[in-house]
């Protein structure tokens, strides 16, 4: 039996047995294994939670309730600084006709991301989440803040992040996604996203959110000029706050559209392949064992992320909105049937899952 196939074995023998991935032996499968060893490994771990050929979905708009950021990500084209033409804040009345019109098209989960606007207080997103759960109470669920956020607030409000999450709480908020991740290393934020904050403080943050009783997720952005060393790293801190914590209800990776923003130019706008997206999502599903949900991105990928089903996601949803990502290039169809259909022809039976009330 030849090296390859021994090492091959071996890790099939732990995914069988239950057994956690070695970092070694993930970057061993995606320099080694071929698409269909990848696939056969993440349905095997998919297969722990989910059935075979089931697969759920959502529909949801992210709601952008300003543009105004000091962050300066060099992958973003969406925010202005502070005094630049063109910013805005949303007023309650506009963030409810957004709201207003994701009930109308059958959504019911609303995400909101705005990035670190320095003019907005903290009682500006309470205020904004306590008026949205008294006027729909549980007839939508939304996603408050990311954990990059929620960490700009609190800092700007002089209050620890246990403080800043009981005033969410006390607001109507149960989620706070674990989104402003990008990639989870310290080398890539100082390359990119130099004001923003470190491993260690994002994953203080966050866990302070769990202790608080808040839920929250994973998230995951590739395509940038990451190794495959530092996805793996992230891939790994995620798990390891998994298995402290168990707070993470899902996981899930889109990639980077490099149009109109600053390193998108460095990189001569190129895309990574939906085949290199597809392969990532089963090491994530076969690595992240301790995550219940692996989620595909119709968003960055529209219908061949439903492709990714077979590489071991469950999940996704059919977005109507994300003004963030739309700016760098994302497009967004709203026939939502005709993506249903994909996933069927996949074989596969999508389920609505609500969020509200559920992990």
């Given at each position: 039996m030849n090296t390859l196939t021994a090492t091959l074995d071996e890790i099939r023998e732990k995914v069988d047995a239950r057994q956690s991935i070695s970092t070694a032996d993930a970057l061993y499968l995606w320099q080694n294994a071929t698409d269909a060893e990848l696939r056969e490994l993440a349905t095997k771990v998919r297969a722990r939670y989910h059935a075979p050929d089931a697969c759920t979905y959502l529909v949801m708009r992210i709601v952008n309730y300003t543009n105004v950021c000091v962050a300066q990500c060099d992958y973003c084209a969406f925010y202005k600084l502070p005094g630049q033409p063109g910013g805005y804040v949303l007023t309650h009345d506009e963030v409810f006709a957004k709201l207003d019109e994701l009930l109308a098209l059958g959504g019911d989960l609303a995400g909101f991301n705005g990035g670190f606007n320095p003019h907005l207080p903290l009682e500006y997103y309470c205020d904004l989440f306590a008026a949205i759960r008294a006027r729909y109470g549980d007839k939508l669920e939304f996603y408050a803040l990311t954990i990059a956020e929620f960490m700009y607030l609190a800092d700007h409000a002089k209050l620890d992040y246990a403080q800043a999450a009981e005033r969410f709480l006390a607001a109507g908020v149960r989620w706070i996604t674990g989104g402003g991740s990008e990639i989870l290393t310290e080398d890539f934020r100082k390359r990119h996203s130099k004001f923003k904050y470190t491993v260690a403080q994002y994953f203080e943050a966050q866990t302070a959110l769990v202790k608080a009783g808040l839920k929250t997720t994973a998230t995951m952005v590739i395509g940038f000029d990451e190794t495959i060393e530092e996805r793996i790293e992230h891939?790994?801190?995620?798990?390891?706050?998994?298995?402290?914590?168990?707070?993470?209800?899902?996981?899930?990776?889109?990639?980077?559209?490099?149009?109109?923003?600053?390193?998108?130019?460095?990189?001569?706008?190129?895309?990574?392949?939906?085949?290199?997206?597809?392969?990532?999502?089963?090491?994530?599903?076969?690595?992240?064992?301790?995550?219940?949900?692996?989620?595909?991105?119709?968003?960055?990928?529209?219908?061949?992320?439903?492709?990714g089903l077979l590489y071991g996601a469950d999940d996704f949803d059919l977005p109507i909105e994300d003004e963030v990502t739309q700016k760098a290039g994302a497009t967004i169809d709203l026939k939502f049937d005709e993506m249903l259909d994909v996933a069927r022809q996949l074989g596969f039976t999508p389920t609505y899952r609500h969020v509200a009330g559920s992990q």
């Open positions: 891939l790994d801190r995620t798990r390891q706050f998994q298995d402290q914590t168990n707070g993470l209800a899902s996981f899930l990776c889109w990639t980077f559209k490099p149009y109109f923003t600053a390193l998108g130019n460095q990189l001569g706008g190129i895309e990574i392949s939906t085949g290199e997206y597809l392969r990532h999502l089963a090491l994530s599903r076969i690595f992240l064992d301790n995550v219940p949900r692996i989620r595909t991105s119709v968003l960055t990928q529209n219908a061949r992320a439903l492709e």
